[in-house]
């Protein structure tokens, strides 16, 4: 009998390295469905609508070996920081001032979920009147995409945060500045690299829909070129390449999200 418990022990002990290959097996398995479905799809659409994962594999390879595709990279790359550096800071900023000054936070946050709401597209022809063709209506357009949900997060987990911070930063006679800075914003990390990881995808977005509509390099444009020429290898491997750039970023933001909320639970 007492040989069970043993053996369940050096069971456990074998399966301990599988802990890590159960956060790896199942990306990989969805991975491979994925490609299935994708493949599945191309042989299904027999007018040749999508390209093959094979197709597309070998384009992407041919594009990572061209100077031209890095040239593009650079650009979107450029644009893209910029916008979320920008947004990160203005978002994080306006949050706090519309969190401490209340009224005129309940009265500009329906306006910001309105503009937020609107499709962007139809005030990106003001943009280029504004900033002209080239990267700073990209960075505004990346902007207008990723501000508003980094400033409405920052404001709600002001909001919401414990009086008890507040209270404290009172008591130890902080500045306004000193308590956003010592106190506050400190209290509200898990919700600003929540809001961080959403600014990072709609930036992007922004970004690349800019890039699309008005613009002469980046990798928008060139897919668009690629779509006007019909070449559909080009503009698969194009969208396979910022997908894993997407992914691997926003999983790294995700685990960085994770790690945070589990350190303040921790205390």
């Not at 609508?49 to 595709?69: C, D, E, H, N, Y």
Request: proline share 5%; charged share 10%.
């Amino acid at each position: 009998m007492a040989s069970k418990p043993l053996a369940s022990k050096a069971l456990s002990s074998q399966t301990l390295p599988g802990g890590a290959l159960r956060n790896i097996v199942p990306p990989i398995v969805l991975a491979l469905v994925l490609i299935l479905c994708w493949q599945g799809l191309h042989l299904a659409t027999a007018s040749g609508a999508i390209s093959s994962p094979a197709a597309t594999l070998a384009r992407l390879v041919v594009l990572m070996g061209s100077g031209r595709f890095w040239l593009d990279v650079v650009e979107t790359g450029t644009a893209f920081a910029w916008a979320l550096v920008l947004s990160i800071v203005l978002g994080i900023g306006l949050g706090v001032v519309l969190a401490l000054l209340r009224p005129v936070g309940e009265v500009m946050e329906p306006i910001l979920v309105t503009f937020y709401s609107l499709p962007k597209v139809t005030l990106y022809p003001l943009v280029l009147l504004i900033f002209g063709l080239g990267m700073p209506a990209k960075v505004a357009f990346g902007i207008m995409h990723g501000l508003v949900p980094i400033t409405l997060l920052t404001r709600n987990a002001i909001t919401q945060l414990k009086p008890v911070y507040l209270r404290t930063a009172k008591v130890m006679r902080l500045s306004a500045f000193e308590a956003v800075r010592s106190v506050v914003l400190p209290a509200i990390i898990p919700e600003l690299v929540a809001g961080i990881r959403i600014g990072f995808s709609l930036s992007l977005l922004g970004v690349l829909i800019g890039e699309m509509f008005a613009s002469k390099r980046g990798l928008g444009f060139t897919a668009v070129n690629a779509m006007g020429l019909g070449d559909l290898d080009t503009i698969m491997a194009i969208g396979v390449f910022l997908a894993l750039f997407a992914v691997l970023a926003n999983g790294g933001l995700l685990s960085l999200e994770r790690a945070i909320r589990h350190r303040s639970a921790g205390r």
